[in-house]
């Protein structure tokens, strides 16, 4: 049963290269925990070891490519499940039961045995090994060190933990982890002072009373330390030009100790809405929100402005792998082009006086960070690139000349930051 709702989980992924959150909250409602991890797994999984498991299956099927989509999936479920050691009987079997009609059956039965025989003798290229698009791969290669590039295909293959930001209008980081610790696996961050990594759920954390009264908001460390890079002061007046779903946003007010104001944007309305519960949740009242885009918006001018750019989010694989399935190159020229325009706004919504903007993204694309950077240090003579110490959070990172891309490890995804001044 669990084999048949991912597989057409799977399908919905094939037509719309994503999967929305409420298919899989149709699927709580009627499995057991146990059965919801194994049917989460089994989705993304399969996702996140695409290009391996088509890299093995095209060794095995001539013609892969000509294969029918209903029994493709079926054979990327089930290759997937002998290539992350399930039990091969299991594996098989439950799977040949998803096919419709004998004929589908014995193939995808005689193909998945032909791979448990075989997988073993069939040697890999990196990028296959880590199951990264051979597109991103030689891309990689090109603009960043190796020891970079290995560090993201590591993450990319790799499941980031969850993590929560803690609120601390309410209540103090220690005092968080002593609560949450009497009822799950929970640890330190070990890059945001704000951050506790809860290990292994049981269940989903959202709805426990520590959410529910605002205790904590859930979010990864890397993205926690962005608002922590712009640190504004009590009083001072900032702007959010992509706020929602409200992340950054609140932790903006976090550190200004819910004292000044903070004009929260963006284009969608109810994704919009998410930042005014979040913040009602947390118990914050100084964020106004405006529908509107960034590009457009020039109503006052703002002492600091967070810019954190819609973008191809490739950082963000080990949290969505669909998104390397969903983006290709050119994509990183069509949002280069919004963030110029996000840019140029913001620096025109600013106080010029020592007006502060932090530019970040959840991508590595030159395109989308390190050119857009060049071209307002050419476009604006009173421009300047800060020095950001990412040493003080630990974070290891590669500078190129204008801001950061931090090197992820077992929290932290790839993520880009630059702090620009303006004279």
Excluded at 172 to 195: A, C, I, Q
Excluded at 302 to 320: E, Q
Aim: with cysteine; proline share 4%.
């Amino acid at each position: 049963m669990v084999r048949k709702d991912a597989y057409l989980l799977l399908r919905e992924f094939d037509k719309k290269h994503y999967i929305p959150q409420k298919s899989f909250e149709y699927f709580n409602e009627i499995y057991s925990n146990q059965d919801m991890a194994l049917l989460k797994n089994l989705v993304w999984g399969t996702i996140r070891n695409l290009v391996k498991i088509d890299f093995y299956l095209k060794k095995l099927i001539k013609n892969y490519k000509n294969t029918p989509p209903a029994s493709k999936w079926i054979l990327r479920l089930g290759a997937y499940q002998i290539l992350n050691d399930f039990k091969p009987y299991v594996a098989v079997n439950e799977t040949v039961k998803v096919a419709k009609n004998r004929k589908v059956r014995g193939f995808v039965n005689a193909t998945l045995k032909n791979l448990l025989m075989k997988k073993d003798e069939i040697n890999l290229p990196e990028w296959i090994e880590y199951s990264i698009p051979k597109w991103l791969y030689d891309y990689m290669i090109e603009v960043f060190p190796e020891d970079y590039v290995k560090d993201f295909m590591k993450k990319s293959y790799s499941i980031n933990p969850l993590t929560l930001r803690t609120n601390t209008l309410k209540i103090t980081r220690e005092e968080l982890f002593e609560k949450l610790n009497d009822d799950y696996d929970v640890e330190l961050s070990s890059h945001s002072p704000l951050g506790i990594i809860v290990k292994n759920p049981k269940s989903p954390i959202e709805v426990s009373e520590f959410y529910k009264s605002g205790l904590f908001y859930i979010q990864h460390e890397s993205s926690q330390i962005i608002p922590l890079i712009l640190n504004p002061d009590p009083g001072e007046k900032v702007l959010d030009m992509c706020s929602a779903p409200g992340g950054k946003t609140t932790e903006l007010a976090q550190i200004m100790k819910n004292s000044g104001e903070i004009m929260a944007l963006d284009i969608d309305i109810d994704r919009l809405e998410l930042v005014k519960n979040n913040a009602k949740r947390l118990g914050i009242n100084i964020i106004q929100t405006k529908l509107i885009s960034g590009i457009e918006y020039n109503d006052e001018k703002y002492d600091k402005i967070l810019i954190d750019a819609p973008c191809t989010s490739l950082g963000t694989s080990s949290i969505h792998p669909e998104v390397l399935h969903r983006v290709s190159k050119k994509d990183f020229n069509t949002y280069s082009d919004i963030q110029k325009q996000l840019l140029d706004n913001a620096i025109n919504n600013l106080i010029k006086e020592n007006g502060t903007i932090v530019y970040s993204t959840c991508t590595i694309s030159r395109e989308e960070n390190t050119l857009n950077m060049k071209h307002i240090s050419e476009k604006y003579s009173n421009v300047e690139f800060e020095e950001i110490d990412l040493g003080k959070f630990g974070i290891k990172s590669y500078f190129d000349g204008f801001g950061y891309y931090f090197y992820p490890d077992e929290t932290l995804i790839p993520f880009y930051v630059a702090k620009i001044k303006i004279n």
